[in-house]
């Protein structure tokens, strides 16, 4: 079965450079969300998005953006990037069952971010 | 509000033995629970869930919870633990009135012993 995809796996940055994250949902999910893990953390909630519209918004920094696409995948951006950037970042897909709970979300492998 | 508590940051058993890491979770609504795994440098695969049918909830690799309103508990257990089953285990919780968000507990690091 499909799963969802995140590119690049692996990216490594220098500091003040700008980095995207790209996320392929599960075919048919429609709402996406961003998690950041840094070493040793749990995973923290960035940004979802349902629909194409934004839908919460969590503990994103000012320099990071992120929207969703027509066909549903999604794309972190982020700018000036500083060491403590550094960390696995994970993207997510669900699709509400009919009385709009989230029945579950399947993570991607994730996308490993290094800013040297 | 909602919140998700890990009460054990590291639990350590033997091969052989019963597992048990403990979740308790404040919701304003009826919630969905999870239990995710997180292997080393792996993403996080679901072990199990729970939204609102059977308060037992059989997941894979023998795992199981139970979902107790009344103690506002999902503890994930397990008959007998296997080595693979080392690993870092997260408690989820996403509520009923803000389908769009999962809030994570901070994490089990479960370690099995030969």
């Known amino acids: 079965a499909a799963g969802v995809i995140q590119s690049p796996r692996h990216l490594i940055k220098e500091k003040r450079e700008t980095a995207t994250l790209k996320c392929y949902p599960i075919?048919?999910?429609?709402?996406v969300y961003w998690y950041q893990q840094g070493p040793g953390q749990d995973p923290q909630f960035l940004i979802s998005?349902?629909?194409?519209?934004?839908?919460d918004k969590g503990s994103i920094p000012d320099r990071f953006s992120a929207q969703q696409f027509s066909d549903y995948h999604s794309e972190l951006n982020m700018s000036s990037l500083e060491l403590g950037d550094s960390a696995l970042y994970f993207c997510?897909?669900?699709?509400?069952?009919?009385?709009?709970?989230?029945?579950?979300?399947?993570f991607g492998q994730g996308t490993r971010l290094t800013v040297v | 509000a909602q919140s998700v508590t890990q009460l054990d940051s590291h639990v350590s058993v033997s091969e052989g033995t019963p597992v048990l890491l403990r979740c308790n979770y404040s919701?304003?609504?009826?919630?969905?629970l999870f239990w995710y795994v997180q292997h080393p440098n792996k993403g996080l695969q679901l072990l199990l869930k729970?939204?609102?049918?059977?308060?037992l909830v059989k997941g894979i690799n023998g795992f199981e919870a139970e979902f107790k309103k009344s103690e506002t508990s999902f503890h994930l257990t397990k008959p007998s633990a296997h080595m693979s089953d080392a690993a870092e285990y997260f408690c989820?919780?996403?509520?009923?009135?803000?389908?769009?968000?999962?809030?994570f507990g901070s994490g089990t690091k479960l370690n099995v012993k030969p």
């Open positions: 997510a897909s669900s699709r509400p069952d009919r009385g709009g709970r989230n029945t579950e979300a399947f």
């Open positions: 075919p048919r999910h429609d709402t």
């Open positions: 998005f349902y629909e194409k519209m934004q839908s």
């Open positions: 919701s304003s609504y009826s919630p969905s």
């Open positions: 729970y939204t609102s049918a059977a308060t």
């Open positions: 989820v919780v996403s509520e009923g009135d803000n389908f769009n968000k999962f809030y």
